[in-house]
């Protein structure tokens, strides 16, 4: 029988949504799966098999292994199968590919930490078998290390598999932009873009260590198989790059393209931006489903630089789209689209009363609907729907928002500190006073106390009801729900549990809600989006037996971190330049998030201003598709519950 390592990287069994296809545009063996789950699974599979498979031989296994976000899945499962299916890694040997430099093995942001938890903790790896690259020697002796650790590798037989995670400067390992092909283990300096990725971990970027000890390129070409792992949208663009792209010192990963057995593993998300994804009438034949017809119309236009009802036979057939025409002519398909995008229009995000509805987003009954806005964190709401959150109001909707964690570790010390002082001045107290010592004596690494997070909680709520009250929502109508899950003081949030839950459960069937909004953007740096519309999926299901629940819609915005793509929409509610100016007014409300909010992600833009640019960009996109010409819009999703 054949092992994974004597078949090439095209013949693995990975069990992929999309199988791989040889694409003129694709250079390197990929597998998307539905999610990363599924994929680290596989992935952690692979692993197994080779460990076995070298122990059946009595041989050694040498594993590169990469930290990070990305592999935790595949630790995680491979501590279970430790667990539960007796794997052990007595005759595996490890060398991690990098480790900050200066890091003392101690510190939790170390490498050498996350390995043992994640992995080396929890499995029977000898401890002198855990090589990882040491970020706490003196300057004069690193490049003896680096070479020795080199050497190692080499005396070993050589990396049988490296896992890999890719950065958004396309480096592997820290291997930033500039890498030399044939480069070995040795110090970096870490790119600009890696250290902005690395601040939250760091609590700010200053924290965040200027240099690495990197193995090299050719370190990670030597390994006999690679593995990269990619998951989600933020990963997206520079997965394209590498797999699609030109080989370049600016994407190192971009080596890999010539590397015999490498496959990149790969969720939807990251996988989304490969051009057999993107514009798959590019590569090849296609099933045209409505939504992949609605893509590639509004693509059409974009590339044309035409209105929808401007696009012809010719442009159709130019670009990829000649088996579309042989369903319909381009007249049938360009009034179709531009009534679809018509119908998504409307000033009534409740429903118009006393209206015809058949082509409207929203049902004209119940003409008052009763409303929950769901927010994440106490600010998304009006980040991301603040203008039909103001119209639900206006138009007299019984609204309610609920805002889902206390966003506390968002507030910075110098602005907590602010408020310790000026409460204590009022109502001078030794909790006051303890809190303001507290924070005078924070070391930058130190997560904090209870009482500060509490303060922080404080301020991030009145913050909400100055919003709130801006908008004429009452203050009964305002529910702050602090989901257990994010209380834990760090970045690193619990899983959620049963207490969420129910929590999300008795607000729900309380309201008996006609309409929820939730937030659909899952780009935010920390997760924190994605675990809250999980939440209430998980509620909405615990929930489905009640009568309510199917009267009950569910509409899913964005806008904080990225926007809905034009064909998506599904209602797109129109603002003019007043309600655009309310809107930005109700934002600066949040002030503790204004002036270099703590967790910015990649874009040093202000809240507001991504807010009002996607808004406007939305509107710019639906007149340039020949649409009607709004100052800016906001855009939904319906979510179907069955
Ligand atoms: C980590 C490493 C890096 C990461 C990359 C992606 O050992 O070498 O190349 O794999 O920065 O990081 P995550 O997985 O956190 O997105």
Request: charged share 25%.
């Amino acid at each position: 029988m054949s092992t994974l390592l004597e078949k090439t990287a095209k013949d693995i069994s990975y069990k992929p949504v999309g199988q791989f296809e040889e694409t003129r545009f694709e250079k390197i063996h990929n597998v998307i799966f539905e999610d990363s789950n599924e994929g680290s699974i596989q992935v952690a599979r692979e692993i197994s098999d080779l460990i076995r498979k070298k122990q059946a031989l009595g041989e050694n296994c040498v594993l590169g292994l990469a930290t990070g976000s990305s592999p935790i899945k595949v630790y995680e499962e491979l501590v279970r199968m430790h667990r539960e299916e007796g794997l052990s890694f007595s005759n595996v040997i490890t060398f991690n590919l990098d480790e900050y430099l200066p890091m003392d093995k101690s510190n939790m942001q170390s490498y050498y930490y996350f390995m043992h938890e994640h992995l080396f903790n929890h499995i029977d790896i000898p401890a002198e078998s855990i090589n990882i690259p040491d970020g706490s020697l003196p300057q004069e002796e690193v490049v003896d290390f680096c070479l020795a650790y080199e050497k190692k590798i080499k005396d070993n037989g050589g990396l049988d598999f490296q896992l890999l995670g890719i950065g958004r400067t396309g480096h592997i390992g820290f291997n930033e932009p500039g890498s030399h092909f044939n480069s070995g283990t040795r110090v970096i300096t870490l790119d600009h873009i890696t250290r902005v990725d690395a601040a939250p971990a760091f609590l700010g970027i200053d924290n965040v260590p200027r240099k690495a000890i990197t193995m090299g390129i050719a370190t990670v070409r030597n390994a006999k198989r690679i593995v990269l792992l990619g998951w989600g949208d933020n990963k997206a663009r520079i997965i394209k790059q590498t797999i699609e792209g030109k080989i370049s010192s600016q994407v190192p990963a971009t080596y890999l393209q010539e590397h015999d057995n490498v496959t990149f593993v790969l969720d939807k998300g990251a996988g989304s931006e490969l051009t057999r994804n993107k514009t798959p009438w590019l590569v090849g034949p296609c099933e045209w489903t409505d939504s992949l017809t609605a893509k590639a119309i509004v693509w059409l236009c974009g590339k044309t630089e035409k209105s929808i009802l401007s696009l012809t036979d010719k442009d159709y057939n130019d670009n990829g789209m000649s088996d579309l025409l042989s369903l319909e002519d381009s007249y049938d398909l360009n009034i179709k689209m531009f009534n679809k995008l018509q119908h998504t229009i409307t000033g009534w995000p409740g429903g118009k009363p006393n209206a015809d509805d058949t082509s409207r987003p929203e049902r004209a009954e119940p003409a008052k609907k009763r409303i929950i806005i769901f927010s994440p964190h106490p600010d998304d709401d009006v980040i991301s729907m603040g203008g039909t959150f103001d119209r639900l109001i206006e138009q007299g909707h019984d609204v309610h928002v609920a805002y889902q964690t206390s966003g506390n570790i968002a507030v910075s010390d110098t602005e907590a500190l602010k408020f310790a002082e000026i409460s204590n001045t009022i109502t001078p107290s030794t909790e006051s006073q303890s809190i303001i010592d507290t924070l005078l004596n924070k070391d930058e690494n130190s997560f904090d106390v209870a009482e500060v997070r509490s303060l922080k909680g404080a301020i991030r709520r009145a913050e909400s009801y100055a919003a709130t009250r801006y908008l004429g929502l009452e203050d009964s109508h305002v529910h702050f729900l602090n989901l257990p899950f994010y209380e834990t003081g760090t970045i690193k949030k619990n899983n959620l549990s049963n207490a969420d839950i129910d929590i999300m459960a008795d607000l729900i069937n309380d309201i008996k809600p006609h309409q929820i909004y939730a937030a659909g953007d899952l780009a935010d740096p920390h997760g924190t989006h994605k675990v809250c519309l999980d939440a209430l999926f998980e509620t909405l299901k615990r929930l489905k037996p009640e009568p309510f629940m199917k009267d009950c819609w569910l509409w899913l915005y964005r806008g904080a971190w990225h926007e809905w793509d034009i064909n998506e929409i599904e209602m797109a509610v129109p603002m003019s330049p007043d309600q655009v100016l309310k809107k930005r007014y109700a934002i600066f409300c949040h002030q503790s998030q204004k002036d270099g909010a703590m967790f910015q992600g990649d874009d040093s833009r202000e809240f507001w201003m991504r807010a009002e640019e996607r808004n406007r960009n939305t509107a710019a996109k639906y007149k340039a598709l020949g649409l009607a010409d709004y100052a800016a819009m906001e855009a939904f999703v319906r979510y179907k519950l069955d």
